[in-house]
């Protein structure tokens, strides 16, 4: 069975204090590893897709890397607006966008 | 560039009612997927359709349906609701395989 699973479940931070979110996965035929950011109340914002291992992916204070089991979300010297919730997804091989979400690390950075 | 709209943003139905929920996805994507997110379970894949014909189902039971328009405009529609349908569910829109975008959601209440 298809499964995503994200770590740890919460993490708090000083501002400033660099850290990084896991995402294991086990999707057949994996087509792409997506990251995303969830606000409170709101629908989650894409951050990347990842597609084979070893690609790295940046964004601002944020780079995503994908290995064959795992990929990780690193944060550097983050900004408490940077205080959300972080998504990873697989999405299966085949003609679809079915995404398989894991359950979220909620970040707090803290001033 | 509009993204993916979602309406209505709020409502709250009684037990054994049914309800409508509308997609507007992102000017020329085809492919429109619907989520159910709550606190308990996470973010659920429901169903998934491309050019008007659903290419995918998640494990809903059958009181959750949905469609697609020729215009790509999807709608989703739950029967019979239940307390438990209460949730967030978001639609999300898709050009191609690498970049899902998602709405803010509608937020539906069963009471």
């Known amino acids: 069975e298809d499964q995503v699973t994200q770590s740890p479940e919460a993490l708090r931070l000083q501002e400033g204090e660099s850290s990084s979110l896991n995402c294991s996965y086990t999707v057949s035929g994996l087509r792409g590893l997506f990251w995303y950011r969830q606000d409170p109340g709101k629908g989650p914002e894409f951050l990347f897709t990842l597609y084979s291992a070893g690609e790295e992916k940046e964004k601002e204070r944020l780079k995503a890397t994908l290995t064959k089991k795992e990929s990780f979300l690193h944060i550097t010297a983050p900004k408490p607006e940077d205080s959300a919730t972080y998504l990873c997804a697989g999405s299966p091989g085949g003609a679809t966008n079915k995404l398989i979400f894991g359950t979220g690390t909620l970040l707090a950075v803290q001033p | 560039k509009a993204g993916v709209t979602q309406t209505p943003r709020y409502l709250i139905k009684t037990r054994g009612q049914q309800v409508t929920l509308s997609c507007s996805p992102i000017?020329?994507?085809?492919?429109v997927s619907w989520y159910q997110q709550t606190p308990g379970q996470g973010l659920q894949f429901l169903f998934e359709y491309f050019s008007e014909t659903q290419r995918n189902k998640g494990n809903f039971p059958g009181r959750f349906s949905g469609r697609q328009f020729s215009n790509s405009r999807s709608e989703m529609n739950v029967s019979t609701l239940e307390l438990g349908d209460s949730a967030l569910y978001l639609c999300a829109s898709s050009l191609d395989k690498n970049t899902i975008y998602f709405g803010e959601g509608s937020w539906l209440t069963v009471v």
């Open positions: 000017s020329g994507h085809r492919s």
